[in-house]
């Protein structure tokens, strides 16, 4: 089933984000996690693709063959464009064909200042969807930043990529990770206003520990609103208090979205299902009234 679909219901999707395992990593835990996370039952389940590279695109198109195959719930590959040439999209592309995966994520991916890339066939994202959409009857997905992309130059450069990635064959976009809910509603009327019209899943990740969410903020640019600083002072010392608050955090920001009306709900879930039962457990009874 294309995802798109999904939205039609006017019901927000709800969906998870899972990585594949680390290179010469436990495939197990992998699978107990999609386990416990089937049972939760998401719309879809996404899988990233970890660094530049033919195995890790394997490890991403493996998983996500047993989430639509096996697991029969739909699957959004991940896929990126950095340094792969265009013989290399139209193999992992076969390759999903063949695996009856119906759904991808289009990214650039990051740039690493210290790799010489072998190719350059795709520039940008946009470059990537265009191809994806001459090569194959693929639902594409892309990633949107409701603070711009840390790259763009300005937020009205970001907007005008954006509008490019849509306009060459993107069927929804799902955001990056975001902690305040205003950045993201100021985000979406200046998107509807440039008539991208399709749907928008909003990406929340709930806070572990301190050390992960400064990363993400450094690789992000995410704003840290001052109650959300707060909880990170207050419990930085309490790995238990801080992921009890941080979840907390997250149910009050989705409790939020869905009020609005977003389009879909996507868990950056870090391959912890315990986290997404205990946000699908607190909100339930929201989700149950928009079945």
Do not use: W
Request: with cysteine.
């Amino acid at each position: 089933m294309k995802i798109h679909d999904m939205f039609r219901s006017g019901k927000p999707v709800l969906s998870f984000e899972i990585f594949p395992p680390k290179r010469d990593g436990d495939v197990s835990s992998v699978i107990r996690t999609i386990d416990e996370l089937a049972v939760l039952k998401p719309n879809y389940i996404s899988v990233t693709y970890g660094a530049a590279g033919s195995e890790r695109g394997l490890d991403t198109v493996r998983m996500a063959s047993k989430i639509k195959n096996e697991y029969h719930i739909e699957a959004l590959a991940h896929l990126t464009s950095v340094g792969a040439s265009e013989d290399d999209i139209k193999r992992i592309l076969s390759t999903y064909k063949e695996q009856n995966i119906e759904n991808i994520l289009a990214l650039r991916g990051d740039l690493d200042p210290n790799t010489v890339l072998q190719s350059r066939d795709f520039k940008y994202a946009s470059d990537l969807v265009a191809f994806i959409k001459r090569e194959g009857d693929f639902d594409i997905a892309a990633a949107c930043y409701p603070e711009s992309h840390v790259e763009a130059r300005s937020k009205t450069t970001d907007l005008i990529y954006l509008k490019d990635k849509v306009q060459n064959g993107v069927d929804f976009l799902v955001t990056q990770l975001f902690f305040d809910n205003e950045q993201f509603y100021s985000f979406r009327n200046e998107v509807r206003s440039l008539d991208i019209n399709i749907p928008i899943t909003v990406g929340i990740m709930p806070v572990l520990n301190r050390k992960q969410i400064e990363r993400m903020v450094a690789l992000s640019g995410a704003t840290l609103p001052e109650k959300f600083k707060k909880i990170l002072v207050k419990y930085e010392d309490k790995p238990s208090a801080l992921q009890d608050a941080g979840i907390a955090y997250a149910c009050e920001q989705i409790v939020d979205l869905l009020s609005s009306g977003v389009d879909g709900i996507h868990l950056y879930v870090m391959n912890k299902p315990e986290i997404a039962q205990r946000i699908v457990q607190n909100i339930s009874g929201i989700l149950n009234t928009m079945k």
